[in-house]
């Protein structure tokens, strides 16, 4: 049985769908809201589509610059470095500058990505 292949449309809207699990806005959600963002979604989004092999793809066909490959690609490095550590629980989430480090840089992607492309632009991207 053939296996589909993800198209860069596909991975883009992964990449959105996985920095819309983080940012300054977790700080107001509810632990179990945490741990469903975070420590499922959030997680599992940076190792698979904040790969190199991924984050490569998407600025070869011009939907993010090299600033924004690389900016992704130290928030998964971040991320990673943490990855079953004492601070991967809601308490450190809440309080670490190391997760607050993660927010502020979801955020600012985030940013870029509104600057680089409207919504109706980045919808379409999605399509590719």
């Not at 107001?28 to 945490?34: H, T």
């Not at 698979?48 to 090299?66: G, H, V």
Request: no cysteine.
């Amino acid at each position: 049985m053939a296996r589909n292949k993800i198209t860069v449309g596909g991975k883009f809207d992964w990449y959105i769908n996985t920095l819309e699990k983080s940012g300054m806005f977790i700080l107001e959600l509810s632990n179990e809201e945490i741990e469903t963002f975070i420590f499922e979604d959030f997680i599992v989004g940076v190792t698979s589509f904040f790969s190199k092999n991924n984050l490569s793809e998407l600025k070869a066909n011009e939907i993010i610059d090299e600033d924004m490959e690389k900016n992704a690609y130290l928030l998964r490095e971040k991320v990673l470095k943490i990855d079953n550590t004492d601070l991967w629980n809601i308490n450190s989430v809440r309080q670490s500058s190391e997760w607050l480090d993660i927010f502020r840089r979801s955020d600012e992607l985030k940013r870029q990505l509104k600057e680089r492309w409207s919504d109706e632009e980045i919808e379409y991207l999605k399509t590719l």
